[in-house]
Each structure stands twice: as C-alpha cells, then as structure tokens.
C-alpha cells in the first residue's frame, strides 16, 4: 500500500464560466520513503496538485474528482480535525518564498516551535530544546542566536532552511517542497537539495518535491513525473527518463539544461 495515492485528481479554478480546469484527472502514488520528483513550466498543475494534497487551495479552486488516499484514508474529503492531525504532524509543507510563509513580527524560535505547540504536550523547555535540535541538523549556525532573531535578519538560504526546519520538527512522513529553491542561487540551491537527501536518508521522509527545474529532480528523486497542461505526459524512473525520454516535451525540457549540468559535472 502507497503512503499517498492520488487516483484521477481533477483541479478547477471557479473565477471563470465556465469553471477552468487547471488539472485534468491525474494519478500517482508515493511510496514510504521515496523521493519523487512532479516536473513541469509555469501552469502545468504541478503546484495544484501539491496544495490539492493538504486542501491548501485558495478560494478561487477546488479539487473537482478523484480521490487522495493517506495511507489508505481520504484526505481530499477530511474533517477539519483529521486535517489539523495531519497537518505538520504526518504531511508538511514547505514553499517557494520563504518570506511570505515566515511570520515577520515572530522570532525564528517560535516559528520552528509552532507544530510542537499544535501536536504535542512538551512544555516551554523542551520545545526550545528540541527547536535547537532541530535547527542544528539543517545546519543554522549559532542556533542559540538564530532562535531570538527575525526573519529579515537571515538570508535566503538560511531562511529556507528554517522553513525545512520548522517543517521536520514532528518529523512528518511525508514533506512536500513546492519550488524551494527557486529563488536562492545556484551554489545555495545545492546545498538545499543536499539536505533534503540527507533528511530522506536519514529520516526515512518521503518527498514530493515539486520543481521546473529538471536538473534539481535529476539530483534528489528516485522518480519523476512530466506534466503539461493539466496531464502526467510521461513519468518513470528519473535515470531512465533522462537517458531516453520518450516524450518531446520531456526531450525539449532535458535540452534546456546547461550541458555541464546535463552531464551532472
């Protein structure tokens, strides 16, 4: 049995007549413990698809049919309290623009600590303990400092990695980063994809991670689905689509990559 199973997800958007639809009945699973890469441009659905899986949707969309399984239950029509459970506490989130999803007027501390006050009966000493764990292993120096600042005082990188943070604290089963590293740079990128193998190997949390960027996929997932339009066009083992894509969309999206990259130099 899958950890999650999306069988014939259709997403619309309702702010046109007729409604939009933005996803066009797609199925994949996710298995304990497997990275698995959704590829695509700017509106294929890949991030729909991400949002659709904790009904983080806004209010102009909505999943429209099919089903999402989380081990075997469904969480496309959960109660608002089996989502509270779920969320941050078996499946979290983590997203492209770190400033947008970090609280401002909060210290980074509290930030991290949040899931911990929501799922768990730790008290104030031990949630700061194990917010200093937490922050350790994704590599923040001087967590004891970092713990009292804002986010505007830490850079990109270090912001993302306080979102992946906050993110592993329950450590969750399942972790979805939708478009982490986009706006980081290259040298910052890698570190990013390195620590999530290294959260994937350590931890056992599976990973769905979300990305237009084909070399990334290449470098962290096991497997890779291609969408375009709405639709998985081609999907398979991340090796062995890259060594012989199948799909011309998939061919014109490997040729796109720097070739140094391609080569994976």
């Not at 350790?136 to 713990?147: A, G, H, N, Q």
């Not at 999907?235 to 061919?251: C, D, N, R, S």
């Not at 796109?256 to 130099?265: H, L, Q, S, Y």
Request: one cysteine or more; glycine letters at 6%.
């Amino acid at each position: 049995m899958a950890l999650l199973d999306v069988r014939d997800l259709k997403i619309a958007f309702y702010d046109t007549t007729p409604p939009t639809e933005v996803v066009k009945g797609i199925s994949f699973s996710l298995e304990e413990g497997e990275t698995l890469g959704i590829v695509g441009e700017s509106g294929s659905g890949k991030t729909q698809t991400a949002l659709s899986i904790l009904h983080l949707l806004k209010e102009n969309s909505a999943v429209s049919g099919g089903e999402i399984l989380y081990e075997d239950s469904s969480v496309a029509h959960a109660s608002s309290q089996d989502l509270q459970r779920i969320r941050g506490k078996e499946i979290s989130m983590i997203f492209q623009e770190p400033m947008t999803s970090l609280n401002p007027v909060k210290r980074i501390g509290w930030q991290i600590e949040e899931s911990l006050r929501i799922h768990t009966e730790l008290n104030k000493e031990e949630r700061y303990q194990k917010a200093i764990e937490m922050m350790k292993e994704v590599e923040l120096p001087d967590p004891e400092r970092l713990y009292r600042q804002y986010p505007h005082e830490l850079s990109g990188g270090m912001r993302q990695r306080v979102m992946i943070a906050a993110a592993m604290i329950c450590n969750p089963r399942i972790l979805i980063a939708d478009e982490p590293t986009t706006a980081l740079d290259v040298t910052i990128q890698a570190q990013i994809v390195e620590l999530l193998k290294r959260m994937n190997r350590e931890k056992q949390t599976s990973i769905l991670f979300i990305s237009h960027d084909l070399s990334l996929v290449k470098q962290l997932c096991e497997r890779v689905l291609v969408m375009k339009g709405g639709y998985i066009v081609e999907t398979g083992l991340t090796q062995e689509v890259f060594a012989h894509p199948k799909e011309e969309y998939t061919q014109r999206l490997i040729a796109a990559i720097p070739k140094v990259e391609r080569n994976g130099k």
